[in-house]
């Protein structure tokens, strides 16, 4: 029987990879981080830590990608693949029909705030939001009405979105989902001590705390153009039940 087929399809600076966990501690599930991520490494020329690495050990060849692991064989009866957005450059989208989306999306003054950190001058491209709103769009018209789930609902309901998630992707809540081991996953990618040093500090969803700090005034017109697509991704948006 082929598997349940699930690709959640985040910004950067999220919660996608405690996602990942969450899903990997249910026995019905194997989880798979981030498999067009050689692909996007190759097309893009983007400047990554262990760019070399991962391009060595990773299949770079977007569609190959596709056909061997997102629409690959799977021994268990779930198949979820932690993807980023902005990694759906120069592809067929036409997988996208055999799969079951999940669009992740954060406020973007939060975005904003913990990217610049990595990126003094961050464009839209660099937020994801505008395809993450185009990505709607197109799953839209293949007539599917894909879970959208917003990072600060979440964590302030980790239980209550996780269990409408599960409905609307016609599987079982399992309470297993809520809690995982500190530490790194054999299913990490190679990239991972750089960018997994929290979610590898913890054990669950962190309570959500809203940013203290200014916002930076420099991204303030940034912050103008994500405001609508971010809108239009919210109205779609799981709510938290407390």
Request: glycine share 4%; charged share 25%.
């Amino acid at each position: 029987m082929d598997p349940l087929r699930i690709c959640l399809w985040s910004g950067p600076r999220n919660v996608s990879t405690a996602l990942m966990y969450s899903f990997a501690e249910r026995p019905d599930t194997r989880v798979v981080d981030e498999p067009l991520y050689a692909h996007y490494l190759r097309v893009s020329a983007a400047r990554h830590p262990l760019r070399e690495e991962v391009l060595a050990a990773y299949e770079t060849d977007g569609q190959k990608a596709v056909r061997g692991v997102v629409l690959g064989p799977c021994d268990r009866p779930v198949l979820f693949l932690k993807q980023m957005a902005h990694h759906l450059v120069d592809l067929d989208l036409g997988f996208l029909e055999q799969t079951k989306n999940i669009l992740l999306i954060r406020h973007p003054s939060e975005v904003l705030s913990s990217l610049v950190r990595q990126l003094p001058e961050p464009q839209l491209a660099d937020t994801g939001i505008a395809i993450q709103c185009d990505l709607l769009r197109q799953l839209q018209e293949m007539g599917q009405e894909p879970p959208v789930i917003d990072s600060r609902e979440l964590l302030r309901d980790p239980a209550g979105v996780l269990e409408q998630l599960c409905a609307r992707l016609e599987i079982p809540f399992m309470k297993a989902m809520m809690s995982w081991n500190a530490g790194p996953r054999r299913e990490d990618g190679l990239w991972a001590p750089h960018w997994y040093e929290n979610v590898h500090r913890s054990t669950g969803f962190m309570p959500y705390r809203p940013k203290t700090q200014a916002f930076p005034e420099k991204l303030q017109p940034l912050l103008e153009e994500c405001r609508p697509y971010y809108d239009r991704l919210f109205a779609e948006a799981i709510r938290a039940t407390v």
